[in-house]
């Protein structure tokens, strides 16, 4: 298996642009989770899925920020309008079982930064 | 809201020493993961424990729930294990069943 897939690698935009961060998850694999990692802050939760259903949206930062997982092997984050602030690297994760029992798998993360 | 605190924050050690790394947390947990992030960006999962003690190698966790504690340690330590170590709560239960709460992270250097 190729491990949880992220598109793009890196992204540079300017402030007011609409940005989309794409996820595959390993096939099989019923968990999803957005993670957002800066200096600042560290690692933080910002929503997950359970078969394609989200459970928890409570790190989402504002209104500015939606994800969506429309299958079980594509899930997106998006963000409209981008502010500086949203730099960051953001990382997907897959898991059978949730952040409770299974070891979760990363990606390699989407670097964006917003101008 | 679970609580995750992890010392040092920052570690350098020569090659071959004994390492431990510490995480305390505030609340009730299901799981606790300790995770590696290489200089390159990359998170990879080392351990999820619920109870006692784990190894991978020269990688040892340990957690002890009465205390909300766990440790990391690494024996005979090698530049690679230069790393950022994380360690990460899993919430027991409520709206926040399946969260992982994460600690700030401990900078490792290893000195040849």
């Known amino acids: 298996d190729a491990g949880v897939i992220q598109s793009p690698r890196h992204e540079v935009t300017e402030m007011g642009q609409e940005v989309t961060l794409r996820c595959k998850p390993i096939?099989?694999?019923?968990?999803l989770f957005w993670y957002r990692q800066t200096m600042m802050r560290g690692l933080e939760l910002l929503i997950y899925?359970?078969?394609?259903?989200?459970?928890?949206d409570s790190g989402m930062p504002e209104d500015r920020f939606s994800a969506k997982m429309p299958n079980a092997s594509f899930s997106t984050l998006k963000i409209q309008p981008s502010e500086p602030r949203d730099s960051a690297v953001y990382f997907c994760?897959?898991?059978?079982?949730?952040?409770?029992?299974?070891?979760?798998?990363f990606g390699p993360g989407t670097r964006l930064t917003v101008l | 809201k679970n609580e995750v605190e992890q010392s040092p924050q920052n570690l350098t050690a020569q090659e071959g020493e004994f390492i431990t790394i510490n995480c305390s947390y505030s609340?009730?947990?299901?799981?606790l993961h300790w995770l590696q992030q290489h200089p390159g960006g990359g998170i990879v999962s080392l351990f999820m424990?619920?109870?006692g003690k784990k190894k991978h190698g020269r990688l040892i966790a340990t957690i002890n729930i009465q205390e909300k504690h766990s440790s990391l340690h690494i024996t005979a330590s090698h530049p690679r294990d230069s790393a950022v170590y994380i360690c990460?709560?899993?919430?027991?239960?409520?709206?926040?069943?399946?969260?992982?709460?994460f600690g700030q992270g401990t900078i490792l250097t290893v000195h040849p």
């Open positions: 994760a897959s898991s059978t079982g949730g952040g409770l029992r299974n070891e979760q798998f």
């Open positions: 096939s099989g694999h019923d968990y």
């Open positions: 899925f359970n078969n394609n259903v989200p459970i928890d």
């Open positions: 609340v009730g947990i299901s799981a």
């Open positions: 424990l619920s109870s």
């Open positions: 990460a709560a899993g919430e027991a239960g409520g709206t926040s069943y399946g969260k992982l709460t």
